[in-house]
């Protein structure tokens, strides 16, 4: 099975492989914002990914109050702006300002420490992005000096699947020795809880955990002809 996702910072990522690819992708980056003049990070998740959570709050209770929320019209469609308060250490409560812009091929989301509402609506005001037959990506600059970006992924049988782009700031978590030569690069098997597979190929980094029905132990079998592509869409930009 072949299929292509579209990276946050417009690059698209080729994923071909004898397992079932269907599922659909979630991808991050840090883009610098023209209204804040720095790096700040932003979520692109599968459309509907605004009210599927409301839905969760709503049907199991969570412990996050929503302090107020209001939406604003950009670029056609609603941002969503709410303040919240979800738990944190020591029996506190920690606020935040959380903003989703749902379009017709993704669901752009970001967040800020504190209730700022005005400021997190100017950093989606400003931010350049856009909408393709691939996806939802961010036009203005994506910098991987504070984390690259990545595509997160979950397939049936082989768990989640993080995605890098093979630059400097990814390949330095590769082990300095030879992994096992595979169709379309190096395999290396990292132990842990539950452990897992890097797939280190000439344009993509591939971390795999299992997870659900996946297992590890039959996991080099299905990857060993798996390819992954990352084909940027420019160069990604350094503060």
């Known amino acids: 099975m072949r299929v292509e996702h579209l990276a946050i910072d417009g690059s698209v990522v080729t994923l071909e492989a004898d397992v079932d690819l269907s599922a659909p992708a979630t991808t991050s980056g840090w883009a610098i914002v023209p209204s804040i003049m720095r790096p700040h990070p932003f979520t692109v998740y599968p459309c509907g990914h605004a009210e599927r959570v409301q839905d969760a709050i709503r049907e199991t209770g969570a412990d996050v109050e929503v302090v107020s929320s209001k ?134 980094v591939v971390t795999m955990r299992p997870r659900g029905e996946a297992c590890l132990e039959r996991m080099p079998n299905l990857v060993e002809n798996m390819r992954v592509e990352w084909k940027p869409s420019g160069v990604l930009s350094s503060c």
């Open 71 to 204: 939406s604003y019209q950009l670029q056609g469609r609603e941002l969503e702006v709410a303040k919240v308060e979800v738990p944190a250490g020591a029996g506190g409560r920690r606020r935040l300002t959380v903003g989703a812009w749902e379009g017709e091929r993704g669901c752009l989301a970001s967040s800020l420490t504190g209730h700022h509402p005005r400021r997190l609506m100017q950093m989606f005001e400003t931010l350049r992005f856009s909408e393709s037959e691939l996806g939802l990506s961010i036009d203005s600059p994506v910098t991987a000096d504070m984390r690259p970006p990545q595509l997160l992924k979950s397939v049936p049988e082989l768990g989640v699947m993080l995605i890098r782009p093979a630059i400097h700031a990814t390949l330095q978590s590769v082990p300095r020795r030879r992994g096992a030569a595979v169709e379309h690069g190096e395999l290396f098997r990292f132990g842990g809880e539950p452990g897992g597979l890097k797939l280190v190929g000439r344009s993509a």
